[in-house]
């Protein structure tokens, strides 16, 4: 096994909280184990625009508490496509760089998968993504973050609810899964969720809503994933006044909020020990590969496990949020 002396890291897809902490765990651990180490700026795109600089320890002094990230992010199109790759790789060799990290979340890790496998190049990536949605870790970085951004809004949205005896439909992020609805949900007590997991009928909502308010309730808080199947906030608004008037809705949003601010303690952690470990991993001869953490254990799993595979999301939790709301 050839030892690899010159690493690249970079950020790629939605931007997570976190994802500079990694960045810093990755260059710091890198130069103290005798590497020479490039940031690559704006995600695959920067691998074939040969935005590659060497990075020193200063470069990734105060950022662990920074949102976004210093490298910056992008969904490449053009890595996507076989020339893309090429140029890619043609600019890592002009570098000489031998072993690649990347930190994003499941379109991120298809890309490294592609790329490593025809090149032969050895790839490891970090988890970093809102959206919790690989396989191989309990949670990926920027995760806990976004729940307590969306914990804190609901609760603040809940004392309108309240005085103005209001239903608030508060969709989340979350293309395709719902564990930020879910948990965050749990969190600021929300009479139901909705997420693409377990899709629910209009009849079925309204039913657990009427049994509520007539137990005397008066406001309530719904969490939609924003991947859920019936439509968006904006839809199930719509569908349940065209059952009945018996509700004052409004809708919010939140969007985008819930990508920045500074990274919660758990994520800085999470964020600092998977850097550390990817590099090693890289150091060790590992590729295609993700570090992740399963029960506080460091773990390895293939890229292709990792994209495939849907990690549990507990279904009987949200009978659970119907028994503690009503
Ligand atoms: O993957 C993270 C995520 O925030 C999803 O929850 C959301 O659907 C998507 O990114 C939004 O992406 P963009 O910022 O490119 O619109």
Redesign the pocket.
Known sequence: MKSIRKIGVLTS??DAPGMNAAVRAVVRTGLNNGLEVFGIRNGYNGLINGLIEKMDSQSVSDIIQRGGTILKSA?SKEFKTPEGRQVAYDNLMIHGIEGLIVIG?DGTFTGANIFGNKFDFPVVGIPG???NDLFGTDMTIGYDTALNTVVEAVDKIRDTAYSHNRLFIVEV???DAGFIALNAGIAAGAEDILIPEHPILTEELLSHLKNDWRKNKKSGILIVA?GDTSGGAFEIMKQIKSETDYFDIRVTILG?IQ?GGAPSCFDRVLASTLGYEAVKALLRGERDVMVGKVHRETKLIPFNKSIKYHKDLNRNTLELVRTLSS
């Open positions: 897809g939605g969904r979340g993504t809102i959206d992020m979350g293309r924003e985008h990508r």
